[in-house]
């Protein structure tokens, strides 16, 4: 099994930051990663597919970087919208989460 | 728009049995693998099982292998997923999700576009 390990847990931030986050695969899957943020109480939304392409719709401020084992998201420019919770997935064979970062107000 | 609707969930008991259901508004709802993901209170996302667009081929979690199975009917453009022999553990909300690309395109791996609301599934006594 592959399994994923996302840093940081939590994270605090300003309007205005630029942030990082990192996922680490257990071994290669190429470039078959996707991020996707969650708000509370409702369902993840697709960010970034295939490690660096940007989903329809998702501002510029998310990229995504990265193949084989070692990915990050960034944000360019935290929004306001933009404190939520982050998770990284695999599928490369089988889907498998990270155990999700929090971006919260600092 | 393609949307993705739950339902199904409720309140079993250890043991129990449930039946979810995921309809979908897509009339090319066969092209698509589908999957269930999971996620339980204040907890991350898991992925639970998944189908090909033509119903041939399942695949499933180790946590729910031999308890839970999933299959679809193309002809109601909805997802199922059979769970028996409920544990405390599976506890959480059910998401139905589809796969991005059309299963000719990427095959069944596949990042996921589209999401239900989720459907609430509590087991206790």
């Known amino acids: 099994d592959i399994q994923m390990t996302q840093s940081p847990s939590t994270l605090s931030a300003s309007v205005g930051d630029r942030v990082t986050i990192t996922c680490r695969a257990s071994?290669?899957?190429?470039?078959?990663l996707a991020w996707y943020q969650q708000k509370p109480g409702k369902a993840p939304k697709l960010l970034i597919y295939?490690?660096?392409s940007l989903e329809s719709g998702v501002p510029s401020r998310f990229s995504g970087s990265g193949s084989g084992t070692e990915f990050t998201l960034t944000i360019s420019s935290l929004q306001p919208d933009d404190f939520a919770t982050y998770f990284c997935?695999?599928?490369?064979?089988?889907?498998?989460f990270g155990q999700g970062t929090k971006v919260e107000i600092k | 728009e393609v949307q993705l609707v739950e339902s199904g969930g409720g309140l079993v008991q250890p043991g129990g049995s449930l039946r979810l259901s995921c309809a979908a508004s897509?009339?090319?709802?066969?092209?698509?693998?589908m999957s269930w993901v999971r996620q339980a209170p204040g907890k991350g996302l898991e992925w639970v099982s998944a189908?090909?667009?033509?119903?041939?081929?399942?695949y499933y979690a180790d946590s729910v292998k031999g308890r839970f199975t999933i299959s679809r009917d193309n002809s109601k453009n909805t997802l199922y997923l059979q769970m028996n022999s409920l544990r405390a553990e599976d506890t959480a909300v059910y998401y139905c999700?589809?796969?991005?690309?059309?299963?000719?395109?990427?095959?069944?791996?596949?990042?996921?576009?589209?999401w239900g609301q989720g459907t609430m599934v509590t087991v206790s006594s």
């Open positions: 189908i090909s667009g033509s119903g041939g081929s399942t």
């Open positions: 999700a589809n796969d991005r690309d059309k299963e000719a395109v990427a095959g069944i791996w596949d990042a996921f576009d589209i």
């Open positions: 295939k490690a660096s």
């Open positions: 071994q290669s899957i190429s470039s078959w």
């Open positions: 897509r009339f090319t709802f066969k092209n698509y693998a």
């Open positions: 997935q695999q599928y490369n064979s089988y889907w498998t």
